[in-house]
């Protein structure tokens, strides 16, 4: 069997060495070694006698020879390949690189050179029009890309589009994705027409990467999209049609721009094709939403498309914030849902803000219980206000002083806590939700709808103070940064994905990340 093969470096390895650790990285996978000194100098040898490919008997002097190629071939960084294959012939083709430092480590390389060579490249007018390189890039690596208008192609070749699909599977879909482009292999994950005339790094490098990835989908790569940034950040992905699919924070930088009016976004966002992604639909008269009283107060409704008598609910002083509330609300609870784990979905002008909030959580911190005066109680707007309608009731502070942060509990006649549990950062904004939320509740006590507010909170209130003034609140700029301190100290970390369909939240002025929180031994 050994006599049988021949080995070749692919030339993508880096090697670092320490008094006791060897580190080698491919664009695979890193692993430290503790190697000795001979076995360092063995590695060595065969990545510089294999980089024009070497019988591998020639490379086995000993078992741990053996050893070390098992090692170099797991890590990517060589190929094994038997002499009948012939596979040297392609050795000058100038494509062939990209084969050696791009494709997996596994790959049965006489079948990938096979398809490679077989298959056929087209591109159609429209994108060569937009993006000329990608054909200049695929002839400068020795593959005929043809321009192609109706033809018909065999289900073996690859058509590279910029505005519909054809009946190959190997279409290669070219789109915007916010300031980059996007393209897929995927038939039913559409995202926005390409315009690419004012991207100039996109148009400069992207046309590389295009023929990067098209080589591997060539060969049957599982990946099947790739996104290309700004500023040249290439990343790929498997994704699929009716799943939440998330991508790197680098594929969508958060855009400042100038928001619609609130009305707006709402109306931009009852329009969006996003409903369907996450199966919610705006509320109508076939949910219990129909039948809540609304008297007195704002509401919106949006439901679960697999449970539609049952709304996501909130109320407020106003239409507006409650709809886009609401529109949070729901667009949260669907995701995390339909993907797992902790989902920021916020307003874009209080990202940073609400992502702090999310990353407080996780900081164990003792709180000190207040009660608030009646006397205070009585100067908030919403409880004068509606100071009839309310039965007695206490609200109850857990004060966070090392984050300056706020939980905020109503407590009623039956001694139950109404709240939603987080901490926040503004008392005032959230004592008005509460109260507005707790009128939604009496009002409709014996309809189910969701809310983020709900009786399932104890706190030890036997042991509070009684405050007729709330402790100072710090500036936003101030609590972030203590935030980003504490973090610090605290060795608190996270990672955070983006829904690749946010972008159709733009004129929403919505954002939709998840937020993966660990702590992590330095």
Not at 20 to 26: D, E, G, I, R
Not at 469 to 475: D, M, R
């Amino acid at each position: 069997m050994i006599d049988d093969l021949k080995v070749l470096n692919r030339q993508n390895t880096m090697i670092y060495k320490s008094e006791s650790v060897t580190s080698l990285k491919t664009s695979y996978r890193s692993v430290k070694l503790e190697i000795s000194e001979s076995e360092y100098d063995k590695i060595l040898r065969i990545l510089r006698l294999s980089k024009d490919s070497i019988d591998m008997d020639q490379l086995i002097e000993d078992k741990v020879d053996l050893k070390l190629l098992k090692l170099l071939f797991t890590q990517g960084s060589i190929f094994f390949f038997n002499k009948a294959d012939d596979i040297e012939k392609h050795f000058n083709k100038k494509w062939f690189s990209i084969v050696k430092q791009y494709l997996p480590p596994d790959i049965d390389l006489k079948t990938c050179l096979k398809r490679i060579t077989k298959t056929k490249y087209y591109i159609r007018k429209e994108l060569d029009d937009q993006m000329p390189r990608i054909r200049i890039f695929f002839q400068k690596y020795g593959i005929d890309l043809q321009l192609v208008n109706n033809n018909i192609i065999r289900d073996s070749d690859i058509i590279l589009t910029m505005d519909r699909f054809d009946s190959s599977r190997n279409t290669l879909l070219i789109q915007n994705h916010g300031m980059g482009i996007v393209g897929t292999s995927l038939k039913d994950i559409l995202y926005e027409e390409l315009q690419i005339r004012d991207k100039r790094i996109v148009n400069l490098f992207a046309p590389l990467y295009i023929l990067i990835f098209t080589i591997k989908r060539v060969y049957g790569m599982e990946n099947d999209t790739f996104f290309f940034n700004e500023v040249g950040k290439f990343s790929e992905y498997q994704l699929a049609k009716n799943r939440i699919n998330v991508i790197s924070t680098s594929q969508a930088p958060i855009e400042i721009q100038e928001l619609k009016t609130k009305v707006e976004r709402i109306e931009v966002f009852e329009k969006s094709k996003v409903l369907d992604k996450v199966s919610i639909s705006i509320a109508n008269h076939t949910s219990n939403y129909a039948n809540m009283n609304q008297s007195g107060f704002a509401t919106y409704g949006i439901v679960d498309k697999k449970n539609i008598s049952v709304p996501y609910v909130l109320a407020s002083t106003s239409f507006e914030e409650a709809a886009l509330h609401t529109i949070r609300f729901s667009l949260k609870s669907q995701l995390e849902s339909l993907n797992g784990g902790t989902w920021l979905v916020s307003d874009i002008n209080d990202y940073y803000l609400n992502k702090i909030l999310i990353l407080i959580e996780d900081l164990e911190e003792e709180g000190k219980i207040m009660k608030l005066s009646d006397e205070l109680l009585v100067k908030n707007h919403v409880y004068h206000s509606y100071q009839n309608i309310f039965p007695e009731v206490s609200i109850y502070i857990n004060y966070f002083p090392v984050t300056h942060s706020y939980k905020v509990y109503l407590m009623d006649v039956q001694k139950n806590f109404f709240s939603h549990g987080n901490k926040v950062f503004s008392f005032n904004d959230e004592l008005e939700s509460l109260l507005m939320n707790y009128l939604l509740y009496l009002s409709n006590s014996d309809i189910k709808y969701y809310s983020p507010y709900n009786f399932d909170y104890k706190i030890d209130y036997l042991n509070y103070d009684v405050v007729s003034e709330l402790p100072n609140q710090v500036e936003e700029k101030d609590f972030i940064e203590n935030a980003l301190k504490l973090f610090k100290q605290l060795d608190i970390r996270y990672d955070e994905f983006v829904w690749d369909r946010e972008f159709e939240l733009r004129e929403v002025g919505v954002l939709c990340r998840r937020i993966d929180v660990g702590s992590y031994d330095k």
